[in-house]
């Protein structure tokens, strides 16, 4: 169902996040995951997903989570936990879509598979990588991109907190080349959010005007509204609650998870009638406070809150049914 919502330059972001489970000590394959938003290891389980998004727009389409542990018997690796989710969705997606994948996803035995397949990419990396430049040098991604002439100007609003942030960027590009492969990628260079300039590897032919980069820049971009449909899904079906022992079950139970959030987060708003409820449930949902900033927190609240104050109707009462005795006649 969500495949028919991905369009050629639809986002399609591929994602590792995790279930934090620092209490338990008996649920099957616990493993020791990475938090990347505090940097601390805790026990849990991994999450892979992929959620798809338009540049230019508000849906979110989320199409693939899979939980998975590295102490697990079918267990490969990271990168192979990745590809098989890139697999999964290309299957019904046939090439529509734009993959951004964040740090990491420059790695070789990823980014090559990917290039490989043919997939249109748009990759944060981390600066570490050796790449080919002009005349056949050698150079560390890091390197090229303080030498990057930044020859376009932006600006962006960016909302957290309720507040409004202005941030005056400054963009670039330069042609580069992978070791041993013949296509060009250009190398975006992103200058004014964060610390440190952010380096955009893809795939994508694009011109080296202003126009074009800053598309490649968006693409990126719209990988911060989709983080929140990690925070989103993970908060408000409260993943890390679950209290399942047994590690297939945990699996099956995320996959029932992420259809509940295709329900709240898509399926709503494709007719007229449902459109009308969704729009009913965010009025209903306001709290003193307003509504949150994230419409889909909204639902899955009105949602939980009317499901809790209903309750299954009970059994129906068995039928009378005859009863066949048997009666033993004994003969002395």
């Given at each position: 169902?969500?495949?028919?919502?991905?369009?050629?330059?639809?986002?399609?972001?591929?994602?590792?996040?995790?279930?934090?489970?620092?209490?338990?000590?008996?649920?099957?394959?616990?493993?020791?995951?990475?938090d990347?938003?505090?940097?601390?290891?805790?026990?849990?389980?991994?999450?892979?997903?992929?959620?798809?998004?338009?540049?230019?727009?508000?849906?979110?389409?989320?199409?693939?989570?899979?939980?998975?542990?590295?102490?697990?018997?079918?267990?490969?690796?990271?990168?192979?936990?990745l590809?098989?989710?890139?697999?999964?969705?290309?299957?019904?997606?046939?090439?529509?879509?734009?993959?951004?994948?964040?740090?990491?996803?420059?790695?070789?035995?990823?980014?090559?598979?990917?290039?490989?397949?043919?997939?249109?990419?748009?990759?944060?990396?981390?600066?570490?990588?050796?790449?080919?430049?002009?005349?056949?040098?050698?150079?560390?991604?890091?390197?090229?991109?303080?030498?990057?002439?930044l020859?376009?100007?932006a600006?962006?609003?960016?909302?957290?907190?309720?507040?409004?942030?202005?941030?005056?960027?400054?963009?670039?590009?330069?042609?580069?080349?992978?070791?041993?492969?013949?296509?060009?990628?250009?190398?975006?260079?992103?200058?004014?959010?964060?610390?440190?300039?952010?380096?955009?590897?893809?795939?994508?032919e694009?011109?080296?005007?202003?126009?074009?980069?800053?598309?490649?820049?968006?693409?990126?971009?719209?990988?911060?509204?989709?983080?929140?449909?990690?925070?989103?899904?993970?908060?408000?079906?409260?993943?890390?609650?679950?209290?399942?022992?047994?590690?297939?079950?945990?699996?099956?139970?995320?996959?029932?998870?992420?259809?509940?959030?295709?329900?709240?987060?898509?399926?709503?708003?494709?007719?007229?009638?449902?459109?009308?409820?969704?729009?009913?449930l965010?009025?209903?949902?306001?709290?003193?406070?307003?509504?949150?900033?994230?419409?889909?927190?909204?639902?899955?609240?009105?949602?939980?809150?009317?499901?809790?104050?209903t309750?299954?109707?009970?059994?129906?009462?068995?039928?009378?049914?005859?009863?066949?005795?048997?009666?033993?006649?004994?003969?002395?």
């Open positions: 169902m969500g495949s028919q919502r991905v369009e050629r330059n639809t986002v399609l972001a591929l994602d590792l996040s995790d279930i934090r489970k620092e209490y338990a000590r008996k649920m099957e394959n616990l493993d020791m995951v990475h990347g938003s505090t940097g601390q290891v805790h026990e849990g389980y991994w999450l892979c997903d992929v959620t798809a998004a338009p540049v230019n727009g508000s849906e979110i389409v989320p199409l693939y989570q899979k939980l998975y542990s590295a102490r697990a018997a079918d267990f490969s690796s990271e990168n192979a936990e590809l098989e989710a890139v697999d999964a969705v290309r299957t019904y997606t046939e090439q529509q879509g734009l993959w951004a994948i964040d740090r990491g996803g420059d790695r070789r035995k990823l980014l090559e598979p990917l290039l490989k397949r043919q997939q249109r990419l748009v990759i944060r990396s981390v600066g570490k990588r050796f790449v080919t430049h002009r005349r056949n040098r050698s150079r560390a991604v890091a390197k090229l991109a303080s030498r990057c002439r020859r376009h100007q600006r962006i609003v960016k909302i957290e907190n309720g507040r409004e942030t202005i941030q005056e960027i400054r963009y670039g590009a330069e042609p580069i080349r992978l070791p041993g492969r013949e296509e060009k990628l250009p190398l975006v260079v992103v200058v004014g959010w964060g610390d440190e300039p952010r380096m955009l590897l893809t795939n994508v694009v011109a080296r005007d202003s126009q074009s980069l800053w598309w490649i820049v968006q693409i990126y971009l719209t990988r911060w509204k989709i983080e929140e449909t990690f925070r989103y899904v993970k908060q408000s079906y409260r993943l890390e609650h679950i209290r399942v022992m047994k590690y297939q079950r945990l699996k099956n139970l995320v996959v029932l998870v992420t259809a509940a959030a295709y329900f709240a987060a898509t399926f709503l708003g494709q007719k007229p009638k449902l459109r009308i409820l969704c729009e009913k965010l009025i209903l949902s306001q709290r003193f406070f307003g509504i949150p900033p994230f419409r889909y927190y909204a639902l899955a609240d009105l949602i939980r809150k009317i499901l809790s104050q309750s299954p109707s009970p059994p129906p009462l068995p039928t009378d049914t005859l009863q066949l005795e048997l009666s033993l006649g004994w003969q002395t």
